[in-house]
Each structure stands twice: as structure tokens, then as C-alpha cells.
């Protein structure tokens, strides 16, 4: 148990690349995305566009600093 909640925003496959897009730019806080084969054009954008951490980043180890023991 890592003591979290999860709070999911529910919307219909219509409108998420259109609420994703919303959401991100924004500045809603995101910490968990939904991503898959189907989606990796979109994904690989946001990626490009600055939206996602890396979190084993070699200069930022975010794991290692924030959750070492997981």
C-alpha cells in the first residue's frame, strides 16, 4: 500500500483527444494518463510538447529520490 488516491475524470473516447488537449494545456495537474498502441501518436506529441516527466531521468532521478522503497 503506497497511500494514494486516485480520482478518475470519466468522459466518453469521443472527447478525450479533445479533452486531454484541454486538460494539459490547461495546466491541470496529470498524474496518470491512459496511453496505449492506439494512442501513441498522441502520447509521443504530449512527449515532444514537454507535458510528461521522465522519471528516471539520469540528471533527476525522481524514482530514487522520491521512492526509493517501492
Do not use: H, M
Amino acid at each position: 500500500q503506497i497511500n494514494v488516491t486516485i480520482e478518475p475524470i470519466w468522459g466518453t473516447w469521443g472527447d478525450f483527444d479533445q479533452n486531454s488537449v484541454l486538460s494539459l494545456q490547461g495546466g491541470d495537474d496529470v498524474d496518470i494518463y491512459f496511453t496505449c498502441s492506439w494512442s501513441a501518436d498522441e502520447y509521443n506529441k504530449f512527449a515532444r510538447d514537454g507535458y510528461w516527466v521522465r522519471l528516471d531521468d539520469p540528471e533527476n532521478n525522481l524514482i530514487e529520490k522520491y521512492a526509493s522503497d517501492l
